[in-house]
């Protein structure tokens, strides 16, 4: 008689069911639903669980922290510097502590990346970008804003008009603390319609220009008019 | 022969896994290692700018995912996997004793076949993981033939699925 694990599996005996099969449509089933549906759930948790289940494990952010050069550029509080130049009555550059005293805008939005992953319900703090422009003074002939960052190879560029929306800012709090250097601190720019590309880390300068130039991530195929809700011209109807 | 004429040679040999079984497990569990290495920096923000070089790891977890499915369906197909694809069907087909096993938790004790209905479940959550992974992978990686709601489900299944493959790689008894 052979041993027990060389007999053939009995498909024909009674008793013998296909849980195997079961289980592993079951599974299949509910990761098609999850990928459908899985947005709403994950709205309903909301930021307790952030993107995914990182927010429950210990020591677990619930950002994915892109960089493209690999590493973190760090800039010092007292030495942060941002430049305001180009089609401009003044040229400005900023000290932290300027930013710091102007107007707050205090925004609560997701962030919502182009890939997927979004972190609901985020606080956001800093100078509305029309305010910086307001400020400095744009000249005629200025068409878009261009966005260089202290890693020297993240660029991004908004029309005018995108700039200035109310919920584009120049952010200097964000999740009810400093930017830290993960995020994009001490300065970054948050541009809550759009896409997490078009809010550049590591902001060092701002150049008003006489046409769009797209940025890092539009030269590497993503939208120039990166509209979370789906519209692709240079103005949403979906934007306040 | 008997044992006592040759003492050196078993009497029995039991020939458990073929040399293709073997080949498509630890092929399929190094891509798994590869695939949970690469997927703690890319998850973990913290981890990511000690590690840094996200794009390459990126790159590394991306290729590993693609070629997932390859050891399984490659060692399944043809006329090596005809052992394989027996044990697929004892893993697959459970008796009422083993059923019994799985409604009471592991409480009960079944009479075992060559796998045991704890391995059965192992072996049936990997290939279910691995479906789901790739389904999901492949939103995230061509995320532009999809809508965002789709992207943003995929994400959260991808991590939660992550999460319990990890549990059950690390504390399976």
């Known amino acids: 008689m052979l041993p027990a694990s060389e007999q053939p599996a009995d498909e024909g005996s009674p008793g013998k069911v296909a849980v195997g099969r079961r289980v592993f449509l079951g599974m299949a089933a509910l990761g098609a639903a999850g990928i459908a549906f899985g947005a709403k759930v994950q709205h309903l948790v909301g930021g307790a669980v952030g993107s995914g289940l990182g927010g429950l494990l210990p020591g677990g952010d619930r950002f994915r922290i892109y960089t493209i050069t690999g590493t973190l550029p760090e800039i010092s509080r007292d030495e942060y510097r941002l430049v305001v130049s180009g089609l401009v009555q003044g040229p400005t550059s900023f000290t932290l502590a300027d930013l710091e005293a102007m107007p707050r805008t205090k925004l609560v939005r997701d962030f919502q990346c182009v890939t997927g992953w979004r972190v609901p319900d985020v606080h956001w703090e800093g100078v509305r970008l029309s305010e910086l422009l307001d400020t400095v003074g744009i000249l005629p002939g200025a068409v878009a804003v261009s966005f260089d960052s202290y890693d020297g190879a993240d660029t991004e560029s908004l029309t005018l008009d995108q700039a200035r929306l109310p919920d584009v800012i120049v952010a200097h709090r964000m999740l009810d603390a400093p930017v830290t250097t993960e995020h994009g601190g001490p300065v970054r720019l948050y541009v809550a319609p759009m896409f997490g590309y078009k809010s550049l880390k590591w902001l060092s300068a701002i150049r008003v220009v006489d046409q769009v130039q797209p940025g890092y991530w539009e030269q590497n195929g993503y939208p120039v008019n990166g509209w979370i809700d789906g519209s692709t011209g240079p103005t949403s109807p979906g934007t306040p | ?173």
């Open chain 2, 1 to 173: 022969m008997s044992q006592t004429e040759n003492p050196a040679r078993p009497a029995v040999r039991i020939l458990r896994f073929d040399r293709v079984q073997r080949i498509a497990h630890w092929a399929n569990a190094a891509l798994f290692g590869i695939l949970m290495a690469t997927a703690l920096p890319l998850y973990f923000g913290s981890l990511s700018t000690v590690v840094g070089r996200r794009h390459l790891v990126a790159e590394i977890h991306l290729w590993a995912g693609i070629a997932l499915p390859v050891p399984i369906i490659g060692s399944l197909i043809g006329p090596w996997g005809a052992r394989l694809r027996r044990d697929v069907r004892r893993i697959d087909l459970w008796t009422r004793d083993e059923i019994r096993w799985l409604r009471n938790l592991g409480s009960t004790t079944p009479m075992l076949d060559k796998y045991n209905p704890g391995q059965k479940l192992n072996a049936i959550f990997t290939a279910g993981a691995v479906v789901v992974m790739l389904a999901t992978g492949s939103v995230m990686q061509w995320f532009g033939l999809f809508p965002l709601t789709w992207r943003t489900g995929a994400t959260f299944v991808h991590d939660a699925v992550a999460f319990a493959v990890f549990v059950v790689v690390f504390t399976r008894p």
